[in-house]
């Protein structure tokens, strides 16, 4: 079966870095991103990984370690619209075809 | 490039009637297009994989004859909710796969009554 997990909730300061875990099991690991969604809003994509190793776009960076079933997303600088949900997701191939399992997200609120 | 329209984006129903949602990618092709549900503040859950000119591939305790749905061409998908009840209301949201990414389009809200 497949199991993603990730904090329910963190909160962080303005100016500030902050890092969200995720972690999976899957039977067919294909690649794992992470969205940020606002509320009542569509997730937007933020990150994706299929290989170990740091993956850095602007503030935000994404690392990944397939053996420990392992991810996580830095968020450098935070700004007050980061505060969003984050949402981990593992692609999975294990039925033969392609598809976006996701976590239950994180929800992320900056301070001032 | 890469984007995803969905109509309606909110639709208020009474009980007991059928809801049609399309899912257009505005200027790609896709083969394969998802749909998912959210509950409030829980996170996205797959129904079913919609494969243009095939079946769809229905998850896990997702009713196939209550959430029809329909991949007609290469830039649409519908799903149709039928005979919708109140435990039906959520978001739902699509998203169309080019490449190695999916797009997501914004999202439908149902509200039935």
């Known amino acids: 079966g497949q199991n993603i997990d990730q904090p329910t909730e963190m909160t962080a300061t303005e100016g500030a870095i902050v890092q969200i875990n995720c972690t999976y099991q899957?039977?067919?690991?294909?690649?794992l991103f992470w969205y940020q969604q606002h509320a009542g809003e569509a997730p937007t994509f933020l990150s994706y990984?299929?290989?170990?190793g740091l993956e850095e776009k602007g503030r935000f960076s994404s690392f990944l370690s397939r053996s420990k079933g392992y991810s996580y997303l830095l968020l450098k600088e935070l700004q007050m619209k980061d505060s969003a949900s984050y949402l981990c997701?593992?692609?999975?191939?294990?039925?033969?075809?392609?598809?976006?399992?996701f976590g239950a997200g994180t929800r992320l609120a900056v301070h001032p | 490039g890469a984007v995803v329209s969905q109509h309606p984006s909110w639709v208020i129903c009474k009980s007991g009637t059928s809801v049609k949602i399309e899912c257009r990618s505005l200027?790609?092709?896709?083969?394969?297009m998802f749909w998912y549900r959210q509950f409030p503040k829980q996170s996205l859950m797959l129904m079913a994989t919609?494969?243009?000119?095939?079946?769809?591939?229905?998850e896990q305790g997702v009713e196939k004859d209550k959430f029809l749905i329909n991949h007609a061409s290469l830039t649409l998908s519908t799903l149709t909710v039928t005979s919708a009840h109140p435990e039906d209301s959520s978001f739902y949201i699509c998203?169309?796969?080019?490449?190695?990414?999916?797009?997501f389009g914004p999202g439908t809200r149902l509200t039935v009554t």
């Open positions: 998203s169309a796969r080019r490449d190695s990414q999916q797009y």
């Open positions: 899957t039977s067919g690991f294909n690649g």
């Open positions: 990984n299929v290989l170990d």
């Open positions: 997701a593992v692609r999975d191939n294990a039925g033969g075809y392609n598809k976006l399992i």
């Open positions: 200027d790609f092709q896709a083969t394969t």
């Open positions: 919609s494969n243009e000119g095939s079946k769809a591939t229905y």
